[in-house]
């Protein structure tokens, strides 16, 4: 499942691009980038949305910077960064060592907010990664991020897939949807009538059809 997400994500992000973007985007986003959006990313927020790779940023010298990972949601510009510490070692020098505390000035001076995981943190002490993501969003954005982070990437899905039809839907919907059995899309679907964030739309003793509840436009729009 997250390979499909991922490179729809991708794809969509190739049309739209060009030149030296595309090339980096296609070269330059590799292992250690795709490891941070499977391990880290997806399971602390449950989607790529927003999010942006090797996003490309105009200086103050007609040149660009390159962000292995932006989050472009307004208000707020939030610059993810990968370091692998053997690379960094390994090829710094004191005009790279400089660049690199220019760019990052500059990236603050307009905006941005800075956040860097090293490389052995994403492999080793996932969790705190993830939580440290989620503490980011939930500061900026508001307590709303809250109830939206706690769900399950496949629970996101069914929500997404809730909006786009804007009808009641029936559980086996969701098993074609998610390709699993009905008995896991009925608890999948269980949960989120909890947080009434979908609601029964017909059925009492078992129920048939299920609809958006009140909270859920609040959350995913």
Same mark, same amino acid.
């Given at each position: ?65 390159? &962000?292995? =990972? @932006? ?5 707020? %510009?939030?610059?993810? +960064?990968?370091? $692998?510490?053997? /690379? ?70 069914? &929500?997404? =897939? @809730? ?5 009641? %839907?029936?559980?086996? +919907?969701?098993? $074609?949807?998610? /390709? ?42």
């Amino acid at each position: 499942m997250f390979l499909d997400i991922y490179e729809s994500w991708l794809d969509r992000q190739k049309k739209n691009l060009t030149g030296e973007a595309l090339r980096r985007l296609n070269e330059g986003h590799a292992h250690n980038e795709k490891l941070f959006a499977q391990d880290i990313w997806l399971p602390a927020v449950g989607s790529l949305d927003y999010l942006h790779a090797e996003y490309e940023v105009t200086n103050y010298r007609d040149g660009v910077f390159y &962000l292995d =990972f @932006a989050y472009i949601r307004p208000p707020y %510009f939030i610059n993810w +960064e990968v370091d $692998d510490f053997s /690379s960094h070692a390994k090829n710094m020098t004191r005009r790279s060592f400089e660049y690199e505390r220019e760019r990052q000035n500059q990236l603050m001076l307009d905006g941005w907010h800075i956040y860097r995981f090293p490389l052995d943190a994403i492999k080793e002490k996932p969790r705190r990664c993830q939580q440290l993501i989620q503490q980011v969003l939930g500061i900026l954005y508001g307590g709303g991020m809250t109830t939206d982070l706690k769900l399950s990437l496949k629970q996101r899905e069914i &929500l997404r =897939f @809730a909006i786009r039809l804007q009808r009641p %839907f029936m559980p086996q +919907e969701i098993c $074609d949807l998610l /390709s699993i059995k009905g008995q896991h899309a009925r608890k999948l679907l269980h949960e989120l009538v909890q947080s009434k964030l979908l609601l029964p739309a017909s059925g009492s003793d078992r129920i048939r059809t299920y609809i958006l509840g009140p909270e859920a436009m609040q959350h995913y729009k």
